[in-house]
């Protein structure tokens, strides 16, 4: 695979990030996510690689990481949970590319005297690589935890530490059993941590793709918040277009049960109708001009039935029953005109109903018009071509992930 240019990944997510305007709500309102994606964008220009080690209590997460740096840095006691903060420390790895390469211990995943679990969480989702360390067979928490990993989009490498009294037909076992209870899909590497064997193998992977698990991690920070903004973002445009949708139905349901002529009334409907396309897109900001907002008028009338028949042919017809009931009034002493309201009423209830069906599906299609408009850090992703199945299978299944739990079509009004 070619390697990916982090210098330019670098100023396009510096761009990006740039161009998104937040209000001072949204910086408030996402402010850890915030700090979290400039923290990585930090990383990125300073080719700052980081491995997190996550776990339960009492794996060996501390001593994993010792292993790797030769040096006792990180506490480790016969005490399961000596762990009880992040701790970080650099990996003096030389490297072409990457400047320095940061390992983060962690508490365990199960240890209850942890005072900020999420907060724990947050720190290791955030790592370019997971050591997920385990010593034997895989229990139903370290599955859960695996799984969750897995759907926040993470590089996971599984170590099996402690195993130094084992067997190796009892090895084998575990390792399938593991293996086992892990997704066919994605081939996740069960690594031994045995003499130099795991040093072995975490730097060739540092050395020959480093720089581009820095990048992904980079664009995948940026896609979540990117995404967290945009539910944000499109639930307040809900209420305001709902709001809108309302406005409009109210107004055009009494130009049209008020109003006798029939070509007033229809070119009137028109108008609202147009008017009120024009409004949905500044909400969703994409600013149409009329001719715009009448094609989008046109097209949504044309691909449904029920607003075409609504907007000429009923209409079109109760005009004309309401135009004769005025004619005849004078030559029935008014008794023609009984039905007169109830005729307008029902004009009216039609106008509400057809507004509120074109309202919605006008903001579906500016909504869908304004997509093409920015460029998100997910399509980034896309146009990466990976020849490494084993090492970045992990992205197909943050892709997937994402485009089924990210349908923002049910935050339209």
């Given at each position: 695979m070619?390697?990916?240019?982090?210098n330019?990944n670098?100023?396009?997510?510096?761009?990006?990030?740039?161009?998104?305007?937040?209000?001072?709500h949204?910086?408030s309102?996402?402010?850890?996510?915030?700090?979290?994606?400039?923290?990585?964008l930090?990383?990125l220009?300073e080719?700052?690689?980081?491995?997190?080690?996550?776990?339960?209590?009492g794996?060996?997460?501390?001593?994993?990481?010792?292993?790797?740096l030769?040096?006792?840095?990180?506490?480790?006691?016969?005490?399961?949970?000596?762990?009880?903060e992040?701790?970080?420390?650099?990996w003096s790895?030389?490297?072409?590319?990457?400047?320095?390469?940061?390992?983060?211990?962690?508490?365990?995943?199960?240890?209850?005297?942890?005072?900020?679990?999420?907060?724990?969480y947050?720190?290791i989702?955030h790592?370019?690589?997971i050591?997920?360390?385990?010593?034997?067979?895989m229990n139903?928490?370290?599955?859960?935890?695996?799984?969750?990993?897995?759907?926040?989009?993470?590089?996971?490498?599984v170590?099996?530490?402690?195993?130094?009294?084992?067997?190796?037909?009892?090895v084998?076992e575990?390792?399938?059993?593991?293996?086992?209870?892990l997704?066919?899909?994605?081939?996740?590497?069960?690594i031994?941590?045995?003499?130099?064997?795991?040093?072995?193998?975490?730097?060739?992977?540092?050395?020959?793709?480093g720089?581009?698990?820095?990048?992904?991690?980079?664009?995948?920070?940026?896609?979540?918040?990117?995404?967290?903004?945009?539910?944000?973002?499109?639930k307040?445009?809900?209420?305001l277009?709902?709001?809108?949708?309302?406005?409009?139905?109210?107004?055009?349901?009494?130009?049209?049960?008020?109003?006798?002529?029939?070509?007033?009334?229809v070119?009137?409907?028109?108008?609202?109708?147009?008017?009120?396309?024009?409004?949905?897109?500044k909400?969703?900001?994409?600013?149409?001009?009329?001719?715009?907002s009448?094609?989008?008028f046109?097209n949504?009338?044309?691909?449904?039935?029920?607003?075409?028949?609504?907007?000429?042919?009923?209409?079109?017809?109760?005009?004309?029953?309401?135009?004769?009931?005025?004619l005849?009034a004078?030559f029935?002493n008014?008794?023609?005109?009984?039905?007169?309201?109830?005729?307008?009423?029902?004009?009216?209830?039609?106008?509400?109903?057809?507004?509120?069906?074109?309202?919605?599906?006008a903001?579906?299609?500016?909504?869908?018009?304004?997509?093409?408009?920015?460029?998100?850090?997910?399509?980034?992703?896309?146009?990466i071509?990976?020849?490494?199945?084993?090492?970045?299978?992990?992205?197909?299944?943050?892709?997937?992930t994402?485009?089924?739990?990210?349908?923002?079509l049910?935050?339209l009004?």
């Amino acid at each position: 695979m070619k390697q990916l240019n982090i210098n330019k990944n670098y100023l396009f997510l510096k761009n990006w990030w740039e161009t998104i305007d937040l209000t001072n709500h949204e910086k408030s309102f996402f402010n850890r996510e915030i700090i979290c994606f400039n923290q990585q964008l930090f990383r990125l220009k300073e080719k700052k690689l980081r491995i997190g080690a996550y776990g339960k209590s009492g794996v060996g997460k501390s001593s994993v990481l010792n292993s790797l740096l030769k040096k006792d840095k990180f506490e480790t006691n016969i005490i399961n949970g000596s762990t009880q903060e992040i701790q970080l420390e650099e990996w003096s790895l030389k490297n072409q590319i990457l400047k320095s390469v940061d390992l983060l211990d962690s508490p365990g995943f199960d240890f209850c005297n942890i005072k900020y679990p999420d907060k724990l969480y947050s720190r290791i989702i955030h790592s370019d690589l997971i050591l997920f360390i385990v010593a034997g067979d895989m229990n139903r928490n370290e599955v859960n935890a695996i799984s969750s990993l897995i759907k926040d989009g993470k590089k996971i490498l599984v170590i099996l530490n402690k195993i130094d009294l084992l067997k190796e037909n009892e090895v084998k076992e575990i390792i399938e059993n593991i293996k086992f209870k892990l997704p066919k899909d994605l081939n996740i590497p069960i690594i031994i941590n045995h003499e130099k064997n795991l040093k072995n193998y975490i730097t060739k992977i540092i050395h020959q793709h480093g720089e581009t698990l820095l990048v992904l991690n980079s664009l995948q920070l940026a896609d979540k918040l990117f995404l967290k903004i945009k539910e944000h973002r499109l639930k307040k445009r809900q209420k305001l277009a709902q709001s809108t949708i309302g406005k409009f139905s109210t107004i055009k349901a009494s130009a049209v049960a008020l109003n006798p002529f029939i070509l007033f009334d229809v070119a009137g409907s028109f108008a609202i109708d147009a008017a009120l396309i024009k409004e949905l897109s500044k909400i969703y900001g994409l600013n149409l001009k009329g001719e715009s907002s009448r094609r989008i008028f046109k097209n949504i009338s044309f691909n449904n039935l029920f607003l075409g028949v609504t907007q000429i042919g009923i209409n079109t017809s109760f005009n004309l029953i309401r135009k004769v009931i005025l004619l005849t009034a004078p030559f029935t002493n008014g008794l023609s005109l009984l039905p007169y309201g109830p005729i307008s009423i029902i004009q009216a209830a039609i106008a509400i109903h057809s507004t509120k069906i074109l309202g919605k599906l006008a903001a579906k299609e500016i909504y869908i018009r304004g997509k093409v408009t920015y460029i998100e850090p997910s399509m980034m992703i896309q146009n990466i071509t990976f020849k490494e199945p084993e090492i970045f299978n992990h992205i197909n299944k943050y892709l997937s992930t994402r485009n089924l739990n990210n349908n923002f079509l049910s935050y339209l009004p």
